[in-house]
């Protein structure tokens, strides 16, 4: 599984990405997947019900993309909350179960 973070020059998450499955165990059984994907979509949920733009969110079967788009200063920093949490969730597993199973990726965000 892989977790990219997109993050600006001041070190604000704008975007994130999860693909792929972990392999821990058989699907349905994953914890691994499971957690990530628990963490993940409460993440979207969150954003989507406190900000006033909702992100830009695209699902596929084993595939997430969330990007914050034409949002406020003060709504950007406040979703930080959530998606720093999110990130910190996700890093504790990968410490538990091992970089095998999450492989997590920083990326410099820039605008178009």
Same mark, same amino acid.
């Given at each position: 599984?892989?977790?990219?973070?997109?993050?600006?020059?001041?070190?604000?998450?704008? *975007?994130?990405? $999860? =693909?792929?499955?972990?392999?821990?165990? &058989? %699907?349905?059984?994953?914890?691994? #997947?499971?957690?990530?994907?628990?963490?993940?979509?409460?993440?979207?949920?969150?954003? *989507?019900?406190? $900000? =006033?733009?909702?992100?830009?969110?695209? &699902? %596929?079967?084993?595939?997430?993309? #969330?990007?914050?788009?034409?949002?406020?200063?003060?709504?950007?920093?406040?979703?930080?909350?959530?998606?720093?949490?999110?990130?910190?969730?996700?890093?504790?597993?990968?410490?538990?179960?091992?970089?095998?199973?999450?492989?997590?990726?920083?990326?410099?965000?820039?605008?178009?």
């Amino acid at each position: 599984m892989r977790f990219i973070v997109w993050a600006d020059e001041q070190g604000r998450i704008r *975007e994130f990405e $999860l =693909s792929g499955h972990a392999g821990f165990a &058989e %699907e349905g059984s994953d914890i691994v #997947c499971a957690g990530v994907s628990a963490l993940s979509i409460a993440t979207v949920n969150g954003l *989507e019900h406190f $900000l =006033s733009v909702a992100p830009r969110v695209q &699902e %596929e079967d084993g595939h997430l993309t #969330c990007e914050l788009l034409e949002i406020k200063e003060q709504e950007l920093e406040s979703a930080q909350w959530i998606l720093q949490t999110m990130t910190l969730g996700i890093e504790q597993i990968q410490m538990t179960y091992g970089q095998d199973y999450i492989f997590i990726d920083r990326r410099r965000w820039t605008p178009c």
